[in-house]
């Protein structure tokens, strides 16, 4: 998607970028190619040109962090499908207090758990996210991501971000993650269905002050469940938006794998 996405251009937004896929222009290279395109002046022509040029050339690079910078936040899901491999689903647990407790991060098809007092430290944090390209979470934009930059000063969250709450939301979905879940038949496991923020806070303060494994786990593997199953999700959205934008010939051809 992101080398059919002219939202890059200065100026550019859906409606225009629309009206250049329905002339036949749809990828960057196309419009390269163009002399001339109806609507774009001679001048204009060039300045873009040259930008489509500079994108090119960050796209070989593998420069997501470029991206990040030249779409607006609310297209940053057409990176999804480039940089899928390279993305962290990521998910945090907090106290009573808004005190970080975990964060869950998931993959490259593993996950990770940085607990406080344990192993949830600022090396440690960097060293994880430095290793991906995207972050995807479920309301990360008002929740996750704040806290996280209040918590651990100077914490280096420059990549890219698809909030898959603010996503669901263009695509006419409402309510929280397992809500979500429950409409698209995305499973977790059965004994933590029904479980809030507020009932890891719960469990969270038995394993801290009774040492309770067994909250431990439940916690655990709480946070897990909910990053992990931001990857199901992600990919159904993004075909989502694929179809929303492009129509629903869209969808064959993509390589979610």
């Known amino acids: 998607m992101i080398e059919s996405s002219f939202c890059v251009l200065s100026g550019v937004g859906p409606k225009t970028e629309r009206r250049l896929w329905q002339r036949g222009v749809g990828t960057w290279t196309e419009f390269l190619s163009c002399g001339t395109i109806p609507g774009i002046g001679p001048s204009r022509k060039r300045v873009y040109d040259a930008e489509l040029g500079e994108a090119q050339a960050h796209r070989a690079e593998e420069d997501a962090r470029y991206f990040g910078t030249k779409l607006p936040a609310r297209e940053h899901w ?52 430095a290793q991906y390209d995207l972050l995807v979470t479920f309301n990360g934009t008002s929740f996750d991501l704040p806290v996280l930059l209040a918590a651990i000063q100077g914490l280096p969250l420059d990549q890219p971000h698809v909030d898959l709450c603010l996503l669901g939301r263009q695509l006419d979905y ?84």
């Open 78 to 129: 057409r990176l999804y499908e480039w940089l899928r491999p390279r993305s962290v689903y990521l998910d945090i647990e907090t106290n009573s207090f808004g005190q970080i407790t975990v964060v869950g991060l998931y993959g490259q098809g593993g996950f990770t758990s940085l607990v406080e007092g344990e192993s949830l430290t600022r090396q440690r944090l960097c060293e994880e996210l």
């Open 174 to 257: 409402r309510g929280g993650l397992k809500a979500i879940e429950l409409q698209l038949g995305i499973p977790r496991r059965a004994d933590l269905w029904g479980m809030s923020g507020a009932d890891a806070g719960q469990l969270w303060n038995r394993w801290r002050h009774s040492r309770d494994e067994e909250a431990r786990e439940r916690l655990l593997a709480y946070n897990e469940a909910d990053c992990v199953n931001l990857q199901p999700l992600a990919d159904l959205f993004y075909c989502s938006m694929v179809q929303q934008c492009r129509g629903e010939g869209a969808s064959p051809g993509l390589t979610l794998t």
